[in-house]
């Protein structure tokens, strides 16, 4: 089974860049949908459309590896907070419902809603989760990742992307637009699930 060069399925500059740098830790060399010449296509707006994390990550990385035909990495992550029964959850990118909206706009929208939500409420455990998966012609794998924290009613920190300036991260004592891209990469849902990954993938050579 090959694993170099992988083609990283996303068009996320904010997971990219994380990503590249977990590979390049890793040796693995890695190459982005522009490099490879994939264009965006309407069809890449139904991919996600499952109730699980394990399904639309396994979905974008068929996808995409039938149009590159090469060994493909994929994911699909989200927050669940606990007092919203798991929302947004898989529909993290897309709960503000602006479908007009990209990048730091989306963020903001979305995060808007998260802190409309709970307004109210006391409780504001949540975590991150991650399925990152990996399909090569017949080969799949997909493995998952999870990071806890509590939601903050204020944004501090200017790195990251998504809800990290609200995610107050358990285990780093601050939140992950705070921390560096290595302190965010060792405990994330992210980091953790493409390590499981790389683990499982480098087991079946």
Known sequence: ???????IATRSSGKLRE????????????????????DA????????????????????????????KRAVVADDSGLEVDALGGQPGVRSKRWSARPDLVGVALDAANNARLLEALADVTNRRARYVCVAAFVDGPSE????????????DHP?????????????????GKTFAEATVEEKEGVSHRGRAFRALIAAVRSRR
């Open 1 to 7: 089974m090959t694993i170099e060069p992988l083609l």
């Open 19 to 38: 990503l590249r740098e977990l590979f390049r830790t890793t040796g693995i060399a890695v190459m982005d949908l522009a490099e490879a010449g994939i």
């Open 41 to 68: 296509s309407a069809a890449e707006d139904d991919l996600e459309n499952a109730d699980t994390f394990e399904e639309n990550a396994l979905a974008k990385a068929r996808y995409f590896a039938r149009r590159a």
């Open 141 to 152: 794998l997909a493995c998952r990742g999870a990071s806890s924290g509590v939601i903050l």
């Open 156 to 172: 501090r920190g200017e790195g990251g992307f998504g809800y990290d300036p609200y995610f107050l991260s358990d285990e780093l």
